[in-house]
């Protein structure tokens, strides 16, 4: 298939928080991180909140990425798009994977 | 090796052709030549010369096509750009991986709340407008191809092409596709304000026509926003509030809408689907407030004269009591002196 979004590892995803402008160009990695989570995220305790702005705002998209062990990421879909936030949030929640294999 | 499939081309060939000319009742004519070859040739020359094979035509060892209609992305196009141009009202939504199961529950509720919208009264001349509830679908596109579809439909006309010779104005043409590549995309085009939304998975509901009764009833199923497009309660509606029905109630997001050609946001859409009575109790409505408008002015006009008029017509009747007293003062005082002088002489 092509132009799959990426795949991210979403186990350690606690809670999203988004704020975009549908008709700002800059939002569409925003929304494209949104598509990216799964299916089941919301049955294995993932919180999504995501609220759309108004045409006339120029607000930057927000998005608001808390893990696990409690830390929270906020990323620009500007300037990483959504390749880079997905590097983003896979190497964090492959430090934790590394923390969840050598306790177990 | 002998052909896959036992038909020969050439009966195949001379089937088609006897199909499109037995219309034109040259077939009669063919036998004939057939029969007297020797004799005929330049006139069977001529015959042949205007037989030609249908537009249509394929060759019998062209197997049909084994893609489904909805993988052929030139089947999408078309029905794409026939869905623009028939349909006057559109909403995108957004569809975060939503399971087969949750969309059959959410297109549940919107038949549910469509099927509550009030049926379309007669009109003033007897006839009663088509119901459209039926006819609202939410369908999942192609994002792409549909950006595809609407730069065909905004840039591309086929009537300006006509006087090209061999050349097909169709949406799938050349000449269509030239026409797109080249055109420039000014920003306030109607392509130019929706190409942002054009983002990741998308899924658009389509009305026939423009009804802000359904329109309210559908963002208040599938966008609510209270207290205006309040979403169903629990008591009124159970199955709304069923857990599948809403994990995929909540994985859509309405990000924009295009009514008549012009592009709205959320906040537009709500505005639209407020409107009271429909486009008809719209239209009334500015009626008269044209009327009213004209009654302002001419209150306003007349309001200046009629108040100096009034304040005249005040102090009037004022002096006039004053004066009434003062002459009533009078008479009494000329009566007391009549009195006093009759009783000094």
Redesign the interface.
């Known amino acids: 298939m092509h132009n799959q979004p990426p795949t991210m590892i979403t186990r350690f995803i606690t809670e999203v928080v988004t704020k975009f402008n549908p008709f700002s160009a800059r939002s569409r990695a925003t929304r494209l991180f949104l598509s990216s989570l799964p299916p089941d995220a919301r049955q294995t305790g993932i919180t999504i909140n995501n609220t759309v702005l108004p045409r006339t705002s120029t607000a930057p998209p927000l998005l608001l990425i808390k893990f696990k062990d409690g830390k929270e990421m906020k990323l620009d879909g500007e300037q990483l798009g959504i390749k880079g936030i997905v590097e983003e949030v896979d190497r964090h929640s492959r430090a934790l994977q590394k923390q969840a294999d050598l306790t177990d | 090796m002998p052909p896959r499939i036992h038909c020969s081309a050439r009966s195949s060939v001379s089937r088609a052709l006897q199909r499109t000319t037995s219309s034109q009742g040259l077939a009669a004519f063919l036998l004939q030549s057939s029969k007297n070859s020797s004799r005929h040739y330049a006139s069977a020359s001529s015959l042949l010369g205007s037989l030609r094979l249908p537009d249509n035509y394929i060759p019998p060892t062209q197997p049909p096509s084994a893609r489904k209609p909805d993988q052929r992305k030139a089947q999408l196009l078309r029905s794409y750009t026939a869905l623009l141009r028939s349909t006057p009202l559109i909403l995108f939504f957004?569809?975060?991986?939503?399971?087969f199961v949750e969309w059959a529950a959410v297109r549940r509720e919107l038949r549910a709340a469509l099927a509550k919208v009030p049926a379309p009264i007669a009109g003033p001349d007897g006839r009663v407008p088509v119901d459209i509830s039926e006819s609202i679908e939410l369908q999942v596109i192609r994002t792409?191809i549909f950006g595809i579809g609407l730069k065909i439909v905004e840039f591309f006309d086929a009537d300006a092409h006509k006087g090209q010779s061999n050349a097909y104005t169709h949406d799938l043409s050349a000449t269509a596709y030239e026409t797109i590549s080249k055109a420039p995309i000014d920003e306030n085009s109607m392509y130019g304000?929706i190409?942002?939304?054009l983002?990741?998975?998308l899924a658009v509901l389509t009305f026939p026509a423009v009804s802000p009764a359904h329109l309210a009833a559908v963002i208040s199923t599938l966008a609510p926003s209270p207290p205006a497009f309040p979403a169903p309660s629990r008591k009124k509606n159970p199955g709304y509030h069923d857990p599948i029905a809403q994990?995929g109630l909540?994985?859509l997001?309405?990000?924009?809408g295009r009514i008549d050609g012009k592009v709205f946001?959320?906040?537009?859409l709500r505005w639209v689907g407020g409107i009271e009575g429909g486009l008809d109790g719209l239209r009334s409505q500015l009626i008269s407030m044209l009327q009213s408008a004209g009654l302002g002015l001419t209150t306003a006009l007349e309001g200046q004269s009629k108040g100096l008029w009034l304040a005249l017509e005040g102090r009037r009747t004022q002096l006039e009591e004053g004066s009434g007293g003062a002459k009533k003062e009078e008479s009494e005082a000329a009566k007391e002196e009549k009195k006093e002088g009759e009783t000094s002489t």
Do not use: C, F, M, Y
Request: a neutral charge; aromatic letters at 0%; hydrophobic letters at 25%.
């Open positions: 957004q569809h975060n991986n939503v399971t792409r304000q190409s942002p939304l983002a990741g998975p994990s909540q994985k997001i309405l990000v924009g946001d959320q906040e537009g």
